[in-house]
């Protein structure tokens, strides 16, 4: 059973930056599709930007281009998020998950197996 759990968010002005974490026990991030999905208030899950076990990268490109970036740090066992010039909307509860399956649409919510709890991520404006 992965266990997942983020860390990092908290309250920043329009223009921070973030730096989410995701630690992972009970499985090592290399062998799962790791990802981001976000939660505004009264709005569904969404995708964020995932990591792949081969290291491919797929993130939202309209929400997130060139701001966004995901990584994995197979020493540390933990996927990260760097977020850069944040926007309000960007206010949400960020979850990090993992999928045992290896083709999936990155967007697909229901080709994760592993969910954390969440982390909040504020930006005031």
């Known amino acids: 059973q992965v266990q997942l759990v983020e860390s990092g968010g908290g309250l920043v002005q329009a223009g921070g930056s973030l730096r989410l974490s995701c630690a992972a026990s009970?499985?090592?991030?290399?062998?799962?599709?790791m990802a981001w999905f976000r939660q505004g208030p009264g709005k569904e899950r969404d995708f964020v930007a995932r990591?792949?076990?081969?290291?491919?990268?797929?993130n939202d490109a309209d929400s997130v281009k060139g701001r966004f970036t995901i990584s994995r740090d197979d020493a540390k066992n933990t996927v990260l998020l760097q977020m850069n010039s944040l926007k309000p909307e960007a206010t949400a509860v960020y979850y990090c998950?993992?999928?045992?399956?290896?083709?999936?649409?990155?967007?697909?919510?229901?080709?994760?197996?592993?969910w954390g709890q969440g982390t909040q991520v504020t930006v005031s404006s």
């Open positions: 990591i792949s076990r081969n290291g491919a990268v797929a």
């Open positions: 009970g499985g090592a991030c290399r062998r799962y599709g």
């Open positions: 998950a993992a999928g045992r399956t290896m083709y999936v649409q990155p967007d697909d919510r229901t080709g994760y197996d592993y």
